[in-house]
């Protein structure tokens, strides 16, 4: 089953990271962080994403798996 997976990391990222992340949604906060946002298809693929963060240098600062209930009423 495909989760949503926000994962928080330390400076800006320009929307080109996401070919580098799996197509991953780029969002730029105004605290010069950056939340990437896009589906893991189970475990291996959230710690291949970890590792991937880890290996383009990116500190990792939260992860966590976005309720598509709350989504949904957010959008509404």
């Given at each position: 089953?495909?989760?949503?997976?926000?994962?928080?990391?330390?400076?800006?990222?320009?929307?080109?990271?996401?070919?580098?992340?799996?197509?991953?949604a780029i969002e730029p906060?105004?605290?010069?962080?950056?939340?990437?946002?896009?589906?893991i298809v189970d475990q291996?693929a959230l710690y291949g994403?970890?590792?991937?963060?880890?290996?383009?240098?990116?500190?990792?600062?939260?992860?966590?798996?976005?309720?598509?209930?709350?989504?949904?009423?957010?959008?509404?």
């Open positions: 089953m495909t989760e949503m997976y926000r994962f928080h990391v330390r400076g800006r990222l320009d929307t080109n990271w996401s070919q580098h992340l799996d197509g991953m906060q105004e605290d010069g962080t950056t939340v990437l946002i896009g589906s291996a994403m970890i590792i991937r963060i880890r290996d383009l240098g990116l500190t990792l600062l939260s992860v966590s798996r976005v309720d598509k209930r709350s989504e949904r009423k957010s959008s509404e």
